[in-house]
């Protein structure tokens, strides 16, 4: 393992490299523990760029011979790569080299899972299988030979040959060299095709092992809606004569769009009726379309360097998005993602993680595949939307298509067409691609003689780094009520773009009520202290289902909060005004689950820290704990009710309608085990015959005390299907009582199943601890010390995974002292191990600075 080199990198200092590659021709002999590697370049001088030192990336990699233009060479070779002399002029440059993917557990590079050959070179992945300039702005034609006993051998492009033993393969579309792909084992494939606009006939495969082929149909279906989508609403069609995907068990992260040749995590593309949830099935297809639209953002125009990743990832975020609302409901898709932008970008633009969705340095670039460059980086690009309009966007967007087809672009070029389509100078605007920090939204109001005054002021806190903030642009959609329940005024976007700022609404016959923030128009903290009253009546009145789904989950924080703090009662008058959006059957389903979510018990430890109050989490734990009570006993007549409307009669489909339907009722059956200790549920157990009534009842089985002879009879139906059980490993842990979450975790880590090395084995069950806020966060420290422990351990295989992790503990400060002083020491021991890698080395500083 390499030693943690803190060398930091910036945006400020970047230049070209000296050449452009012309050509990339690879050959792979593949072998588990010497796989050679032989390449051959060819490199010309780039007369933009300035004369440098001939220097090319690659780690771990052992040399065997080096050549340019046919003449044997010795480079001086460095921890990071070689340096030579070089002919002024064009030159072929050949090397071999060989690798061990077998030994590779950190799973970048060429690796292997369960016996089959796969890569994964975003980010700088590359630069472990062969010597290269492995860099984004590097965009080269690969050719590349596969020799192996492997019956199947894939990469990029087209195949232009095979016989006994080997395969060839050309990607006429020049790449960055972190979407090079190569796949070679036993797999089998589930094959179709899609017919472009313009008749090109591309041939569609599913590669998968043997056993898993009854878990291809649905991700196949969401591969032609992503590819017909992608036409009919961006103009852009695919471009090759294949599109392969191949699903491995062993990844990092979901999936990565390696140009014709997709490589998914088996997570996020298997998926059965009876092993799936409808969660899983609606992640899936948000993330094949995912991959997929990479091809146009992302591949065809791709990032300059690493800081531009919002480049690709804020736009692809935003893209699949879209796709989602219009394959299923836009309402419930734009409240699902700002739970999750809130649980996830929130917490780490409030933490000592936060930075920009263009971030100024880095260390390890693996470390900013942020919710922050993801999420926000879409986030903003829906604000863009939103200023200048959906036909202005259209626009933009075919602009940034054909002026930077095969370029390797920056947030420059990107803004630049948008200022050309609009005229509007976006100076102000691409602060929000600068500055970190959630900005605080607060308002204030006057009402005289007819007139409305709406005034809005900004402030963005300080963040690692960044102490003064200046006033951003940010779109409000606002709409106003009248007292009848009426909309005075539909919504519109009202711009503030000074510190603070009052928009004037005259001619109204009464003081209208403000509905704020519609649509969630931008990713602000709103401080409004705004009454029960109006919260109630806008839960009863908005004709926006954000902001009355918003109100709602206001009501359901300030009544828990006032619970914590002063023991309060559950306010009546909040489930009142919700019983009555629960019984309004014209609702949609899905939205009316929503409507049943309370606020996470971060979320409130959040909320409490920004009221000055320290969070006690046990604290937090039982006040969630008496309200879910209190609705149970509350609705016990209705839940039955509730119950029938949500039922599915018809066969297994996982589209928005009986999902939604599924998730009302798995929230009501939630309530229901609160008074019936689990009998609905244990119904509900034996007669489901797909994994989201399976699961849902199981978690209550678990939740009433009940789960021992449930989770023996699924574990031994299940036994034998690797996603299955890692719901097995996370829901007891999930859906244990804060007391025994650490017990339960430390007790699954010794079960023989817990394979630790298997990024998904081990997020499910440190991710559910973690998650776990309670059981995390006890008293004694002992979730702390459990999980720096297992970080401390798969450092040494799996750096990149031990880093995002080691985020469990970003908000170490928002604590009492104690708790604190145990984080602090989990996080020092970690930072004391021995060979720490520089992935978890730049966190750790990160986190305790
Ligand atoms: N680029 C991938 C995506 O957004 C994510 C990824 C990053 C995968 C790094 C692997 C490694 O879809
Ligand atoms: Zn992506």
Redesign the pocket.
């Known amino acids: 393992m390499k030693d943690a080199q803190a060398q930091t990198i910036y945006l400020r200092d970047y230049t070209p490299f000296g050449w452009t590659v012309e050509s990339v021709h690879l050959t792979f002999v593949l072998a588990p523990e010497a796989t050679r590697v032989r390449s051959r370049l060819r490199f010309v001088p780039d007369p933009k760029a300035p004369a440098q030192e001939f220097f090319l990336q690659g780690e771990d990699l052992t040399p065997i011979s080096f050549a340019i233009d046919g003449t044997p060479v010795t480079p001086e070779i460095t921890p990071e790569g070689l340096r030579a002399k070089v002919p002024d002029g064009p030159f072929t440059f050949e090397a071999e080299v060989e690798i061990a993917p077998l030994h590779n557990t950190a799973l970048e590079g060429l690796y292997m899972s369960r016996g089959m050959y796969c890569t994964?070179c975003?980010?700088e992945g590359f630069r472990k299988i062969t010597f290269y300039p492995d860099r984004p702005d590097v965009m080269s034609v690969f050719t590349v030979r596969i020799e192996g006993g492997e019956p199947v051998k894939l990469s990029n492009g087209n195949p232009v040959g095979a016989g006994e033993g080997w395969a060839e393969w050309h990607d006429p579309w020049p790449k960055p060299a972190y979407l090079f792909a190569l796949v070679a084992g036993d797999l089998v494939a589930q094959s179709d095709s899609f017919t472009t606009r313009s008749g090109r006939e591309v041939a569609l495969n599913l590669w998968v092992r043997e056993g898993d082929l009854h878990k291809c149909a649905f991700g196949m279906e969401a591969l032609k809606s992503s590819m017909d989508w992608d036409e009919r609403v961006y103009g852009r069609e695919y471009d090759l004569d294949v599109f392969n995907i191949v699903a491995v068990d062993d990844f990092?992260?979901?999936?990565?769009?390696n140009k014709g040749l997709n490589i998914f995590n088996s997570s996020a593309v298997l998926a059965s009726p009876e092993t799936a949830t409808d969660a899983n099935f609606e992640r899936i297809e948000g993330i094949i379309a995912?991959?997929y639209f990479?091809n146009w953002t992302g591949n065809r125009i791709t990032c300059r360097d690493w800081f531009q990743l919002c480049l690709k990832?804020g736009l692809t975020v935003f893209r699949d998005a879209q796709f989602t609302s219009d394959m299923r409901s836009a309402e419930v898709k734009r409240i699902v993602d700002v739970i999750d932008l809130r649980a996830r970008q929130f917490a780490e633009d409030q933490g000592p993680l936060a930075h920009p969705v263009r971030p100024e340095s880095f260390q390890e670039i693996n470390n900013f595949?942020t919710a922050t460059v993801y999420e926000k980086g879409a986030e903003v690009i829906g604000m863009l939307k939103l200023l200048v309009g959906d036909d202005a966007y259209s626009r933009a967007l075919d602009l940034y298509f054909a002026r930077h087809d095969g370029q390797a672009c920056t947030i420059e070029d990107w803004l630049r067409v948008f200022e050309e389509v609009t005229a509007r100078d976006l100076s102000q605007f691409k602060l929000w691609y600068a500055q970190a920090g959630t900005p605080r939204l607060a308002v204030a109001e006057d009402w005289q003689d007819g007139t409305y005054t709406l005034t809005l002021r900004q402030t963005t806190p300080p963040t690692p780094g960044q102490p003064d903030k200046a006033p951003l642009v940010i779109p409000v959609a606002l709409g106003l009520l009248s007292p009848d329940g009426h909309e005075v005024l539909p919504t519109t976007v009202l711009e503030l773009t000074e510190a603070e700022q009052s928009f004037v609404f005259p001619g109204l016959a009464a003081r209208p009520v403000p509905s704020l923030l519609r649509g969630f128009s931008a990713p602000v903290v709103l401080e409004r202290e705004s009454s029960r009253e109006e919260r109630v009546f806008l839960l009863a009145h908005d004709t926006d289902t954000f902001t009355r789904w918003e109100a709602n989950r206001d009501l359901a924080r300030a009544c828990l909060l006032a619970m914590v703090t002063d023991g309060a009662d559950p306010d009546a008058a909040w489930l009142d005004g919700l019983e009555t959006v629960l019984r309004d059957a014209s609702l949609d389903p899905a939205y009316r689950a929503l409507m049943l979510g309370v606020p996470t018990q971060s979320d409130l430890a959040q909320a409490l820290h920004d009221r000055g109050v320290t969070p006690d989490p046990e604290a937090i734990w039982a006040a969630t704990e008496r309200l879910r009570d209190a609705r149970a006993t509350r609705w016990a007549e209705l839940l039955p009710q509730l119950a029938d409307e949500a039922r599915v009669e018809a066969p297994y489909r996982p589209d928005a309608a009986q999902s939604g339907r599924r998730s009302l009722g798995s929230a009501v059956l939630a309530l229901t085990t609160r008074l019936d200790g689990g009998s609905a549920a244990e119904a509900q157990y034996d007669r489901a015959d797909n994994m989201t009534l399976q699961l849902s009842a199981l978690a209550c089985l678990v939740q009433a005390g009940r789960g021992a002879e449930a989770l023996a009879r699924f574990r031994a139906q299940w036994q034998g299907d690797r996603l299955v059980m890692d719901k097995w490993f996370g829901l007891q842990i999930a859906a244990s009582d804060p007391a025994e979450t650490v017990a339960v975790t430390e007790a699954l880590t010794r079960d023989p199943d817990f394979d630790w090395t298997n990024p998904n084995r081990f997020r499910a069950v440190f991710g559910a601890l973690a998650g776990h806020h309670a059981g995390f966060h006890r008293a004694d420290g002992a979730g702390y010390d459990l999980l720096a422990d297992w970080l401390i351990r798969l450092d040494d295989k799996n750096p990149q995974t031990t880093a995002r992790m080691c985020a469990a503990y970003q908000s170490w400060r928002r604590y009492d002292p104690d708790r604190q002083a145990k984080m602090r020491a989990a996080l020092d021991r970690i930072a004391a191990k021995p060979g720490l890698s520089r992935d978890v080395t730049e966190m750790v500083t990160r986190l305790i600075a």
Request: hydrophobic share 30%; charged share 30%.
């Open positions: 994964q975003e980010a990092n992260m979901g999936a990565m769009e995912h991959e990479h990832e595949y």
